[in-house]
């Protein structure tokens, strides 16, 4: 069994493996859903005749479209020092560039929804916080301001009496009954005493 030879990326590989990547989007997937997009890359460029590796992970095509990412950065961050200078891209190059630009509005995307589901939940509380205030004033106020019948706040204020004094009741009971077992475990304790020493 002779060992296999590790394949290289081609030119082509390359250029198929973004416009698929451009394709899938598998970067946008989250919730532990993104692997499985990269192996759907992975197969679909497998699947391809043009593609000229015999196996691909789903990793291995992740890995490698950083690798491009990050040459693609390094090349700008080069061209920009070179200012004047008209540039000419190769389709492998304009590809990463159009991969770079989709990727870089996601994130801004994802920043701009987290910052408006923050502003509805900061509006949401400062609603809250409103709705708490009027009530709490609503209460203060006599009855007769209210317009509201002397009778339905004097059946709500009645009604909160009953059950706080049910509370009340419910907890007395069940400090007397924490108080009888507390009883009963010194008495045992006392009596297990008193049998150890004889």
Known sequence: ???????????????????????????????????????KVAEVLLSSPAFSRETLAGKTAQNRTTLLLDAAKRKNAAEARLSGVEVTLSEKEALAEALLETMAE????????KAAEAQKAEIAEA???TVRKL?????KRPAAEDGESPTKGTKLVKIVGILAE??????????KQWEAERADRIALERKRLVVERQ
Do not use: C
């Open 1 to 39: 069994a002779e060992p296999r030879k590790r394949k290289n990326f081609t030119e082509n590989d390359d250029i198929l493996l973004l416009k698929q990547v451009i394709a899938d989007e598998p970067f946008r997937h989250g919730g532990g859903k993104v692997m499985d997009k990269w192996d």
């Open 106 to 113: 996601y994130r801004h995307d994802i920043v701009l929804k």
């Open 127 to 129: 609603a809250g916080e």
């Open 135 to 139: 009530a709490v004033e609503r209460l």
């Open 166 to 175: 049910y509370k009340e009741k419910e907890l007395a009971a069940k400090k």
